[in-house]
């Protein structure tokens, strides 16, 4: 069974930072799920809300107090610097691309578009920083990680890579979108993951993971049931994997 890290050392304190991706790796996990998002000016930066102030605050009150939210897609990647999570500051995806190869993990990239017109763009964007690394480690990426999205036109720049497509509920046409874009798998919300969806997604040889997973009794009844991969916040269920 994969166990995946999810945003680094789980959704809430220090998601989606080196310094969450640190815990994780030191907890035990081999691999790490985090989300990549475009700032206004196009570069790709990993962050999960489309608005700061939940995860990420102002730490420069000269700027903005911590009550004033302002969506993360009209910031260019220069102003994030007053921004931090629990006083980590927001990475760029080539410095966490560093840190995961650095550290031997595995990673899941999911393409989180703020809506559909840059779904492509930040497709494009997270290519474009793979293809500035030297060609083994873009091997090893092509041959190891996983790209995923909610938004499926964001994976199309990808396609040759590891793909899945992210849905809560498994949808009747689903298999057409998977056929298009070639994905390997699908992620599955815990609730969309019910026998008959699991029966339908093996029938197809695709690879089925599951979000978000903080249950060991559940992590068994999926794995029992053939899920291949967990995303889990709690850090302490590496140590049963």
Not at 91 to 107: E, N, V, W
Not at 168 to 186: F, G, K, R, T
Request: charge should be negative; charged fraction near 20%.
């Amino acid at each position: 069974m994969e166990l995946w890290a999810h945003r680094g050392s789980g959704k809430g304190a220090l998601e989606n930072t080196l310094k969450g991706f640190e815990i994780a790796f030191n907890a035990g996990f081999k691999a790490v799920e985090f989300d990549v998002m475009l700032t206004a000016d196009g570069a790709p930066m990993i962050h999960h809300d489309w608005v700061m102030g939940r995860c990420a605050r102002s730490i420069d009150p000269a700027i903005a107090s911590t009550d004033v939210l302002t969506r993360f897609d009209s910031l260019c990647a220069r102003d994030l610097r007053h921004f931090s999570v629990q006083g980590e500051p927001i990475p760029s995806l080539a410095q966490t691309i560093d840190f995961c190869l650095k550290h031997g993990m595995r990673a899941n990239v999911e393409l989180k578009a703020t809506h559909p017109a840059n779904a492509i763009a930040l497709g494009r964007a997270v290519l474009a920083v793979i293809e500035e690394l030297p060609l083994d480690a873009q091997e090893h990426i092509r041959s190891n990680w996983v790209f995923s999205s909610f938004y499926h036109a964001s994976l199309l720049p990808l396609q040759g890579f590891d793909l899945a497509l992210l849905y809560e509920q498994l949808p009747d046409n689903w298999v057409l979108h998977a056929d298009a874009l070639q994905a390997s798998a699908i992620h599955l919300h815990f609730s969309g993951a019910e026998p008959t969806a699991l029966r339908r997604i093996h029938t197809t040889g695709r690879v089925v993971r599951v979000y978000t997973v903080n249950d060991a009794e559940q992590a068994k009844t999926l794995q029992a049931l053939g899920v291949k991969g967990l995303f889990t916040d709690r850090m302490t269920l590496a140590a049963a994997y």
